[in-house]
Nanobody, 119 residues
């Protein structure tokens, strides 16, 4: 299963960006989809995740500012980022986990998209 992320870029503090991630390949069912981020010299942290039924989970540092959503029919996951801060600067990675067959799981990562928040 391959994931292709897009939508990163340079934005001023207080601005907004929307990230998208498309999954392709042989997918029987897509369970958890989500976004992680990694700043230079830092570990990769969970930003937000969403299950197939729409249940969401957010890191405390993005609650109230970011919204994760998904399109189950198209195997897409989105991250709407509002009120961006310089400390949100990082490479953002999408992640997806599910089943290829009844007995074969997958856990895939996208290539990362850089978000830079700076004036």
């Amino acid at each position: 299963v391959q994931l292709q992320a897009s939508g990163g870029g340079l934005v001023q503090p207080g601005g907004s960006l929307k990230l998208s991630c498309a999954a392709s390949g042989s997918i029987l069912s897509m369970n958890i989809m989500g976004w992680y981020r990694q700043a230079p010299g830092e570990q990769r942290d969970l930003v937000a995740s969403i299950s197939r039924d729409g249940s969401t989970n957010y890191a405390d540092f993005v609650k109230g500012r970011f919204t994760v959503s998904r399109d189950n029919a198209k195997n897409l996951v989105y991250l709407q980022m509002n009120s961006l801060k310089p400390e949100d600067t990082a490479v953002y990675y999408c992640n997806a986990a599910g089943l290829i067959t009844r007995w074969t799981r997958f856990d895939s990562w996208g290539q990362g998209t850089l978000v830079t928040v700076s004036s």
